[in-house]
Structure formats: structure tokens, C-alpha cells
């Protein structure tokens, strides 16, 4: 009954955290406010039941000629009752939170302290209000047993009543300093009373309180033969406030419940619309702070898979982190028709002597650049890196129409941009296609997805041979032939040559672009 004015604490000695001060005090204006209305409230409420709602043995003449001790124990025990609550708050209140001034996070001691903040003030305002109905009933126990048994009932319920409503206020009031709570953390288990005890006391407040007069009236009536109109007079009034109370407790139950949850659907409905950036203020030590704190969880694992995800992709490739993610990869492969493209950097041994060494990373992941987006724009994909070179792969893991075209049309514009877009560095290429094994190589500890065969081999040999002509660009007959006609028409076949580690010659073929008056080519093109 008393201890609410002082439920919302005094803020300790902190010298910083001027925001969080003026925070406490708006609060503690708030739920001084509000406990204060409750309880005044409550006081009138009881003395309204005890006088015109239910008078029963009240309207005894001993009574009247008995309020002397009734009026001093008013006196008395009000204002020793406010005392003992301002004591008891100042010294125990959860809300005394120099942490918060401090702006720190809280400990487990005092996190859990200041969630337990409004079940600490019912309890303790239940206690007093529990001593009043033991006071005022052994005060009227001399003049009559049911007379003392009237008032104390009748104090009960009512400051039953007003505990579970400052409760609920409570607990809605202090909820920005619930929310600094559990910033650092949720609780490892829900703050009592939870959801289902939010709802039991509001049944109770709602309905059960409210009941229980009417129950009183009832065995009044029957017990004392109260005349009809008080009968009626008493259950309107009881109707009327347990209405009255219902939508009140019912209302503020609800917005408990609901605003947390509403928070949560809403930040729910961004993430299915793909911003994996939502996220929800814990405001709640209950099952719902819960909750929230695992819709927080579970987002923070999407982001950390979505990176994860981001990070493979970059580095085996979009198509591969798809296959891999949609089934369990397998060690093993399978024969493939695919097409390759081996580009190398002319001149990098130089490069890396005479420049510094981030000089020569920036001028290779600018060349990288290049060199990805025009293999993914072609439907191809960098298998892997190896130092100054590229192997880049069209028709696995994704089977393509006309992988070999791509890859012709990919080299065709690889070697105009790398001109344009990465000055200073030349490059060979070499391209070529047809049958080889794509699979996941490696161990079970370590894999990766590779394509190997003589394609590959046959584009490295063509790419070190580029480096030497001029035309930087070489494909075999295998690639060209294999391509459809709308490609095929930029390529010229010319002569063979054998490759290193190869017994047999190569048929090769230039893009008809290179083949210009004055420029040189190799016997035998047509």
C-alpha cells in the first residue's frame, strides 16, 4: 500500500549517463503517478464496499459508536504502513539501479533484480494491505466476530484488487528499464509469473475478485436477511465495477502480450520479404522476451548463414555453392562436355620484383575483376585461381546449351576488356572443349569441385602458347567446332601445332577480328 511511491528507486551517486538519469526520473515519475492513483483508488474502493456496497453488520449502532479506534487506526497505520513501504523500496527496490546511470551492462545479480521489480512491489504491497485486514479486524474483533471478519474480508479483496492493477501498471511502466536489461542478454529461464500468471491475475482481477463479492453479498443476504433493494443495490455495483475493472485489466493484459508479439510478426513478415537486417528490442523477461530473443537468435543465424553462404559462393562459384547446398556433395565425378578457358599474366615474375607487394595484389585482383565478370556474364564460372592464372569453366556444374560458344564469346571479350579496363598487364588465353570428369577431388576432410581432363590440359598448352604470339588469343578445333554457328563465324582455323606434352598436333583456330592486313598469323589459316 505504501511502498509504491518509491517503487521506481532513487538513482545512486553515478557521476554519468545524463540520458539514462533523465530516463529513471521520467520513469519513476510515471510509476509514482500511477501506483499512487492505484492505491488511493483502492482506498476509496474499500471504504465505498464497507459503507454503501456491503454494509451487512457495519450497519450495526456498536459499530458507529466504535469508529474512534477504527479513525486512530487510520491514522496510525497509514502513514506507518507509507513508512515501512519508502523504507523497505529504498532499501530493496530492484529499481535502485546505479547501473543504469552508469551505463553499463548489468550483472546476472542485478538483471535479474530489476525483472523482478514488479512482482517485488506485489508482493510487498500485498503484505501491507494483507496487515491492514489483520489490523482493522482485530480492532472491530472486541464489538464482533462477523463485524471483524466483514472488514478484514472486505480490505482483502479490495487490496488484492489494487495490487494485481498497480502489478500490471508497474510492469508496464518500468518496461524501458526492462528493455536495458535484457539488452545484455536474455534470462536463462522466464521472469515469474510469465505469460500464464499475467493471465491468471488478470482472470482473477477481471472475474475472480469481482465474484467473490458477489459470493459475499450472496451469504450476507441469506445469513443477515438483507432487504432485496440493498441486494441489488450491492450486486450493480459489484457488476458494475468488475466491468469496469475487466476492460481495464483485460486491456492492459492484452497490450502486454500483444505489443511484443505485434513486433515480432512485423520483423517476421521483413525477413520472408528477405531484409535479414530485422530485428526486436527484448522488452520482456517472460516466455515472450524469450521469444523475442530467439527471433533474434534465429535471424542472426540467417545473416551468419547468408555471409557463409556469400563466402563459398565467392569462392567456388555461384553454380557450385548452389549444387553443393542443394545435395550432400560426394567425392567422385562424372564425364562431362565442358568447355575451358585458361588465361595467364605475361610478365608477372617482373612485375613482383620490381613493384612493392600491394601494389602487385591491387593490379591482380583488378586483372581478377576483369576476368570474373566477363566468365559470368558468359555462363562460366572461375574454377580457381593459381597465382597470376585463371581456370574458368562453361557447362559444369551446369550443363549449358552451347558452353563451348560461351566460352569463344567470353574469351572474345576477355581480351578486349583486359586491354581497356587493366592497362599495364597482358595476358594469354587459351580455350578449348569437349569431354572430361567434373566431381568433387579431393579427401573427406578437404574437397573441392574441379573439372579435369584434356580440355584443360589442351587450354593451358594453348595459353602458354598465346603468351608468345600476338594475338594473345588461341582456341583449338575442338572448342570451335563444337560452338554454334552464330559463334563459330567469329573463328578462323589455321594450322597445327604440337603442344608441350603432347604427341600428337593441335588444330588451332583465332578469332577473325585478329586476322588484320599486316598482322600476324599462322600458315595455313583460312
Request: charged share 20%; net charge neutral.
Amino acid at each position: 500500500m505504501g511502498a509504491t511511491a518509491t517503487t521506481a528507486g532513487r538513482v545512486g551517486s553515478a557521476s554519468a549517463g545524463t540520458d539514462r538519469r533523465a530516463l529513471l526520473r521520467a520513469v519513476d515519475r510515471r510509476v509514482t503517478r500511477s501506483q499512487w492513483t492505484a492505491h488511493l483508488f483502492g482506498i476509496f474502493d474499500v471504504i465505498a464496499l464497507l459503507f454503501f456496497v456491503l454494509p451487512g453488520p457495519i450497519e450495526d449502532a456498536r459499530f458507529h459508536s466504535h469508529m474512534t479506534p477504527n479513525l486512530v487506526g487510520i491514522a496510525v497505520y497509514l502513514p506507518l504502513s507509507m513508512l515501512i513501504g519508502t523504507v523497505l523500496a529504498r532499501r530493496m527496490s530492484p529499481t535502485h539501479m546505479g547501473w543504469v546511470v552508469e551505463d553499463r551492462e548489468p550483472t546476472p545479480q542485478e538483471r535479474a533484480a530489476a525483472l523482478r521489480a514488479p512482482i517485488y512491489c506485489f508482493k510487498l504491497d500485498a503484505g501491507l494491505w494483507f496487515g491492514a485486514a489483520i489490523v482493522f479486524g482485530a480492532i472491530n474483533l472486541p464489538l464482533s466476530p462477523a463485524l471483524a471478519s466483514h472488514i478484514s474480508w472486505t480490505i482483502l479483496l479490495g487490496g488484492l484488487t489494487t495490487c494485481g492493477v498497480a502489478y500490471l501498471l508497474l510492469e508496464r511502466d518500468l518496461r524501458p528499464i526492462t528493455q536495458i536489461a535484457l539488452d545484455a542478454g536474455p534470462p536463462a529461464r522466464p521472469a515469474w509469473p510469465g505469460v500464464e500468471g499475467r493471465l491468471i491475475l488478470a482472470w482473477l482481477l477481471a472475474t475472480g475478485m469481482p465474484l467473490l463479492g458477489l459470493i459475499t453479498v450472496g451469504i450476507d443476504g441469506v445469513v443477515n436477511d438483507v432487504p432485496a433493494s440493498e441486494l441489488a443495490r450491492s450486486t450493480l455495483v459489484l457488476g458494475f465495477v468488475a466491468f469496469v475493472t475487466g476492460i481495464g485489466v483485460t486491456l492492459v493484459t492484452a497490450r502486454t502480450v500483444a505489443r511484443p508479439l505485434t513486433a515480432v510478426r512485423k520483423a517476421l513478415g521483413r525477413v520472408q520479404a528477405g531484409d535479414l537486417g530485422a530485428e526486436v528490442r527484448v522488452s520482456d523477461g517472460s516466455e515472450v522476451g524469450l521469444l523475442q530473443s530467439g527471433f533474434n537468435s534465429m535471424v542472426g543465424g540467417l545473416r551468419e548463414r547468408e555471409r557463409m553462404q556469400d563466402l563459398y559462393a565467392r569462392q567456388v562459384g555461384e553454380d557450385v555453392a548452389r549444387t553443393a547446398l542443394a545435395d550432400e556433395p560426394r567425392l567422385g565425378g562424372e564425364v562431362r562436355e565442358v568447355a575451358v578457358l585458361f588465361v595467364d599474366i605475361i610478365g608477372s615474375t617482373a612485375l613482383a620484383a620490381q613493384a612493392p607487394p600491394e601494389r602487385v595484389v591491387a593490379r591482380l585482383n583488378r586483372f581478377f575483376s576483369v576476368v570474373v565478370d566477363v566468365v559470368g556474364e558468359h555462363g562460366g564460372w572461375v574454377n580457381k585461381f593459381e597465382g597470376d592464372a585463371a581456370l574458368c569453366v562453361f557447362g559444369a556444374p551446369t550443363a549449358t546449351e552451347d558452353c563451348a560458344g560461351s566460352a569463344l564469346a567470353a574469351g572474345r571479350e576477355l581480351r578486349r576488356r583486359l586491354r581497356l579496363q587493366a592497362p599495364g598487364l597482358d595476358a594469354g588465353i587459351g580455350l578449348s572443349a569437349g569431354p572430361a570428369v567434373a566431381g568433387w577431388i579431393g579427401a573427406l576432410q578437404r574437397f573441392e569441385y574441379t573439372v579435369i581432363g584434356d580440355p584443360v590440359n589442351v587450354a593451358s598448352r594453348l595459353c602458354e602458347l598465346a603468351k608468345r604470339r600476338d594475338e594473345r588469343l588461341l582456341a583449338s578445333e575442338a572448342i570451335v567446332v563444337r560452338a554454334q554457328p552464330a559463334e563459330r563465324e567469329h573463328w578462323r582455323l589455321g594450322g597445327g601445332e604440337t603442344l608441350r606434352g603432347r604427341s600428337a598436333p593441335t588444330r588451332l583456330a583465332l578469332p577473325a577480328e585478329a586476322l588484320v592486313p599486316g598482322g600476324r598469323t599462322f600458315s595455313g589459316v583460312s
